[in-house]
């Protein structure tokens, strides 16, 4: 009896070779991504939260039109946005806020608020502390909060705050990777207007 052999469609083996393709790697996130959505406002308050008298309006300087959130100081209270994101587990986070006050900008005398911060200062502190800063920033971490500070000129021209966080938990509470954070910025009490043009959270500048 002769023994009969069967051959190995080549089918077959192409396929295995066509899914897993020469040379394909995961991309590595980019580091000066913006971390927070609708950092621009183009689409107005959304994605981000408030607190206080806010709303979206649209400006125009040098033939320009854009769209800025308006925060309206109050008397007894402090006016804030804040945004959750995603982010990689990082021991350092660069911030920039683009912002101006209006004419009649006034930072007001509530009680319970802290003195005022060094401006682009680096703050630790538990729990959450409000001081007499003409802008705050706040970031969560395990079991406390950074914080830095900007200056705003009555009337004055869009100013950046810039500032770099470092020393941030890799873990969070549960240990777990520290992977979502939360951003607030915040506006004292007072009076007048401040205007945020952009708002940019990225692992490297």
Known sequence: MT????????????????AAPAGAEETAPDPTANLVANGDFKEGESKWKTSGRIKDVELEESGEKFTV???????DDTTEIWQEFDVKPSKRLHIEIVAKASEDFKVGGMR???PKMKVKGSYLWYPKRRTRNDLLVEINDTGHW?????????????????HNFRNLSLE?????????????????PGEG?????????????
């Open 3 to 18: 023994a009969r052999c069967r051959s190995v469609p080549f089918l077959a083996l192409g396929l295995l070779l066509v």
């Open 172 to 188: 969070n509470a549960r240990g777990r990777d520290f992977d979502e954070r939360e951003m607030f910025i915040i506006a004292p």
């Open 146 to 162: 950074h914080y830095t500070a900007g200056k705003l000129k009555p009337g004055g021209d869009w100013t950046t705050l810039s």
């Open 112 to 114: 319970g608020l802290e």
């Open 69 to 75: 959130l308006e925060l309206s100081l109050r008397d």
């Open 193 to 205: 207007k401040i205007w945020i043009k952009s708002v940019r959270v990225s692992l490297k500048k």
